[in-house]
Structure formats: structure tokens, C-alpha cells
């Protein structure tokens, strides 16, 4: 059968054209497919494309890892780009088919072969394609070495001394090989599963069938889904020794494990809790509560709250976001300095759900912008190591780090306050981020800061 000339001869050229465009789009499609499937994959190895790696003009560490960065983006840039242009391509796809078939009568044999005739063709370029970029992939992984690998675990060297440096063992408990092999992977190291969470996957498939306005569709991803979990089997473990006598190993022993930076230590429960308890008997830094001043706290930010809506400062919904539904107490846990002599305890307070806790990240919203305005702000780690690799140091000179003991609870409330409200007054975006007046904002500071340090400083018998 002669599809193109029938379509010519009975419905005119306008027809054949319409179909080639389908034809046409159909294989871009295929294309796109490929090419996103094959950019996602390079993302995932720390690979750049050909097409998109930079040539380093500086030999030196920081302008490798400049060009590093560069890459990287232009690779997520790339995928950006080639999702919008699918959904164009999506999108023309479906209005040149509607087009097309309001010319066809309904359920013929020539709309049938038009069908098939462009599912064919878009299918023989997608397997074209695919092994295109299968093989650019497999030439890029044997060539290309990027400039700066991840740290990630795959990469560690898991023997000798770097073991011992990445697994810190505070415990009475002599851990086992298996058992540092596999702490030393680190907290991003997921084990394979034993079974598959077959409930967790069919909740998931009934939101997404409540979001589906049509019955049918809700009823052919079901029965997709059915199908996909009676085939599919659990992975191939990614542990060598048997989980379950090392895990129960762990749990006999009473062991936990902390993440300090980028060490995971091991614990006795008990040699932490009786550091916890040393560093609250501090009366210096806390103090003991007679009882517990949520509800009074509560009250005050609820009142604060209702003025401001009042006064039409906030509306409904930030009313109802800051209003502090949840009542949880801080909870203060403590991180082992490990570098340190004696491994005193690093105290970490869990500030989630408390009354303040929505209250205080609107108000980091809105004085974020008034962090890091001088040259001697370090914005995290990895920024202050860039900064003293730049630094040498001469004969004559020393470098000296001071220790702050707890900071938070030392630090003077009002003179806290005098100087942010200055940064405030100066700031001439303020009203581009809240209603609020300085004022208005300087008293919900002020409550916050004085409810979180009693909290923070209070143990509550």
C-alpha cells in the first residue's frame, strides 16, 4: 500500500503534509529522549560532554575547580534546556495529531496506518539514537577523567590508616572488619534492601490516581504498577557479610553512631549520656527551670501575632503559618569533639517544632540579606579552607584560632539588638521583603531571642 499517494489522491497534499510533520516530530522526540537520557547519565558519572568541556587556561587548584564547576552547570543547563524543548515538541506533537485526524474519518484503515506508520518510524530513530549515545558514553568513560572527583565512598580507600581516620571508635566494643568497611562508607551509603516496599510503592500509586481526573488512566497505572511488582525483583546486596548478624551484633553491644563532620563515631549510650549530663551540670552556662515556660511564652507570641494582623502587618495565611500550633520542648543532644582532648561534647539544640520555630525562619527570611555585608564573613568550611590556602604565613609570624564556649547563651541580647537595628534602618530593600516596621520586627527578634535563650539555657526537672 502506497500510504502517501492514497493520502494525496484521496485527501489532498495538505494531508501528506500534516503527516510528514508528525512523522517529523515524532523522531525529534525519539531523539530528545535519547540525548536527555544520555546528558542525565553523564551527570551522574561526573562526566562533561565533548561538546561542553572547557579548556582550563590557569594551572592552578582553584581555576581547575572553577572550570569544574563551570562544567557542571553547563551539563544541569543542558538538561533544563532539552525538557523544555520535549514539552514544545510534546505539545506540537498533540495539536498537529488533532489537526491530522479531524481531516481522517474516525476508526478507517488510513488512520490506523498513519498511526502505525509514524509509531514505526519513531521507534526505528529512537533504537538509531540510542546506540549513538550508548557508544559516545562508552568513549567518554574510557577518555575523559574529570578534574575533580566527588569525594564520594566508591572513591575512599578503605584499608589501613584512611579507615581509621574516616571510623572513630570511642566505645568499649572492638569493632569488626565488615563492620568499619561498612561505616566507612559514610551516611550517604545506602545497603541494598532485603525486600522491596510494596506498600510504600502502592500509596504512592493511589495519590497519584486521586490526582487523575480520569477513571480509565487511574485504572491503567494500577494495573501498570500491579504488573511492574509481580516481575520485579529485590536488588543484589551491596554488603558481603550477612546484615543481620552484624546488625544485631551492633544492637547487643548498645552502640549508636554520630556523623561529626565528615567522621562517623561509635558510642557507648551510656558514655553519652553521662557526657550530656556533665556538660548541663554546668552552672555557668544553664540553669535548672521550676517548670516549664512554654504556655506562658506562648501566650506573648500569640498576642504579638494578633496585633500585627490587626494592624494589617501580615495577613490570614502568615497569621495562621506563625501561629505556634506545635508546643515541643528543645531537645539538646550532644556531638563528640573528636580532635579535641578529652572528646568533650559539642551541644547541638533541636529547635523543630517549637513555639518560635516558624516565627524564626521568617525572620531569618527576612534578615538574611544583612549577613555577610563585610570581608571578614566566612560563609561555611570549604570557603574559609579557599581563604588560608591564599594566605602564607612568614617566619615570624603564627597562626592562632580562638575557641568559643558556648556561644549562643553568651551572647549579650541588647547589644545584639542595637546593632541589627542599625543594619535595619539602613536597609532600603526591607520593604520589599515584609510590611513589618523595624520596630515591629526588632520586638519579634527580641522575643525570640529571649524565649530561645531561656530554652536553651533551662533544664527543665
Not at 571508635?169 to 541494598?192: R, W
Not at 553568651?410 to 543594619?423: A, G, Y
Request: charge should be positive.
Amino acid at each position: 500500500m502506497n500510504l502517501f499517494g492514497d493520502l494525496r489522491t484521496t485527501y489532498g497534499q495538505e494531508t501528506v503534509k500534516k503527516v510528514r510533520d508528525l512523522e517529523s516530530l515524532g523522531k525529534k522526540i525519539a531523539r530528545h529522549r535519547n540525548h536527555l537520557v544520555f546528558t542525565l547519565r553523564c551527570k551522574d558519572l561526573h562526566i562533561t560532554p565533548r561538546s561542553l568541556q572547557l579548556k582550563c587556561p590557569i594551572n592552578t587548584t582553584k581555576a581547575r575547580n572553577i572550570v569544574e564547576k563551570a562544567r557542571q552547570q553547563l551539563v544541569r543547563e543542558r538538561i533544563r534546556v532539552i525538557n523544555n524543548k520535549l514539552d514544545s515538541y510534546k505539545e506540537e506533537k498533540s495539536r498537529t495529531e488533532n489537526e491530522l485526524f479531524t481531516r481522517l474519518p474516525q476508526d478507517s484503515d488510513i488512520a490506523k496506518h498513519v498511526t502505525d506508520h509514524v509509531t514505526k518510524k519513531s521507534e526505528s530513530e529512537f533504537c538509531k539514537t540510542k546506540c549513538r549515545h550508548a557508544r559516545k558514553l562508552d568513549r567518554l568513560q574510557q577518555h575523559y577523567v574529570p578534574i575533580q572527583r566527588r569525594n564520594t565512598p566508591d572513591n575512599v580507600e578503605l584499608g589501613g590508616e584512611q579507615l581509621k581516620k574516616w571510623v572513630i571508635n570511642l566505645s568499649k566494643h572492638k569493632l569488626t572488619k565488615p563492620q568499619e568497611s561498612i561505616l566507612a562508607k559514610g551516611l550517604n551509603f545506602a545497603p541494598s534492601p532485603s525486600k522491596l516496599p510494596y506498600e510504600d510503592y502502592i500509596i504512592a500509586t493511589e495519590l497519584a490516581c486521586r490526582k487523575l481526573n480520569n477513571n480509565n488512566e487511574a485504572t491503567v497505572l494500577r494495573s501498570e504498577m500491579a504488573g511492574a511488582l509481580r516481575s520485579s525483583k529485590p536488588p543484589k546486596s551491596n554488603i558481603k557479610k550477612d546484615r543481620q548478624s552484624m546488625s544485631s551484633k551492633m544492637k547487643n553491644q548498645c552502640l549508636f553512631f554520630q556523623l561529626t563532620k565528615v567522621k562517623l563515631v561509635s558510642l557507648w549510650m551510656f558514655m553519652n549520656m553521662r557526657r550530656n549530663y556533665l556538660m548541663l551540670n554546668d552552672k555557668r552556662t544553664y540553669e535548672t527551670l521550676p517548670s516549664d515556660p512554654t504556655q506562658r511564652y506562648k501566650r506573648e507570641l500569640v498576642a504579638i501575632l494578633s496585633i500585627l494582623k490587626k494592624d494589617g502587618k501580615i495577613n490570614r495565611s502568615q497569621y495562621d503559618l506563625l501561629f505556634p500550633t506545635a508546643e515541643n520542648i528543645p531537645r539538646i543532644y550532644g556531638t563528640p569533639k573528636i580532635h579535641k582532648p578529652g572528646n568533650k561534647v559539642r551541644p547541638i539544640v533541636d529547635y523543630t517544632g517549637t513555639i518560635a520555630y516558624q516565627t524564626s525562619r521568617a525572620l531569618a527570611d527576612i534578615l538574611s540579606p544583612l549577613v555577610g555585608g563585610t570581608d571578614h564573613h566566612v560563609q561555611n568550611s570549604k570557603h574559609l579552607a579557599e581563604g588560608l590556602a591564599e594566605v602564607m604565613i612568614e617566619e615570624e609570624e603564627i597562626f592562632n584560632s580562638h575557641d568559643v564556649v558556648s556561644l549562643f547563651t553568651n551572647t549579650p541580647i541588647e547589644q545584639s539588638l542595637q546593632v541589627i537595628k542599625s543594619r535595619l534602618e539602613n536597609d532600603t530593600t526591607l520593604k520589599e521583603r515584609t510590611l513589618l516596621s523595624v520596630d515591629e520586627v526588632l520586638e519579634l527578634l527580641q522575643f525570640v531571642l529571649t524565649t530561645t535563650y531561656f530554652l536553651f539555657r533551662g533544664t527543665i526537672v
